[in-house]
């Protein structure tokens, strides 16, 4: 790009203008504008929720926390934990187990930056449901979940939501024939999403328990 080719608006996203996707996170500048190498998004963690544990294969990620306060686990339960608020940056290696979760008051915001385009195609595939973006990511994409370590920090602090995936309400869920059979034979995923939802959801899903 030459001087004369610039154009403010191709370069500066202003607060509110990024763009909206399916799950909670929200696209500033995708790998395409970066030659490919990474994307930037910025992303929430409400009070009492938790990002779940999950490891990338192929990409390395940063975080720089903007507001709000939030608790790491970085390597499993036999990593480590720490704590990292506004102006903090956290470094998430690739094939490293990580999650996080807010035990604040307040909504937690930050900016992820990620190499390569995964992450951003893991986001992309909230789109086409939510069985559809963790069955991508666990084939394409290379990531993996540690669904019952996500279900025993969120036991263990009293965690009440999950951040990023943007959750539907139970009759969307039970309209995808990919849950329904996760909820019938995946025992440690059916006991996260109990978890999570609570009698409201048990007694939806009751015929499949």
Do not use: C
């Amino acid at each position: 790009m030459t001087p004369s080719d610039l154009d403010a608006n191709q370069l500066v996203v202003q607060p509110g203008e990024g763009e909206k996707t399916a799950s909670d996170m929200t696209m500033i500048f995708r790998t395409a504008r970066l030659g490919g190498h990474f994307s930037i998004m910025e992303g929430i963690v409400r009070p009492k929720e938790l990002l779940p544990f999950h490891t990338h294969s192929e990409e390395d990620q940063h975080m720089y926390i903007v507001e709000g306060e939030l608790h790491f686990e970085i390597g499993g339960a036999d990593g480590i934990r720490f704590t990292a608020g506004p102006g903090a940056h956290v470094l998430k290696p690739r094939g490293t187990s990580h999650g996080f979760w807010n035990l604040g008051d307040t909504t937690a915001r930050y900016i992820e930056t990620s190499t390569q385009d995964g992450f951003e195609k893991f986001i992309d595939g909230r789109q086409g449901g939510l069985s559809n973006m963790m069955s991508q990511a666990r084939g394409s994409l290379g990531m993996t979940f540690e669904v019952l370590r996500a279900l025993q920090v969120m036991r263990e602090f009293n965690l009440t939501g999950i951040a990023g995936a943007n959750l539907p309400e139970p009759s969307e869920l039970l309209a995808d024939p990919m849950f329904r059979a996760m909820m019938s034979t995946k025992s440690e995923a059916r006991d996260l999403f109990l978890q999570l939802g609570g009698e409201a959801l048990r007694e939806a899903v009751r015929e499949l328990l």
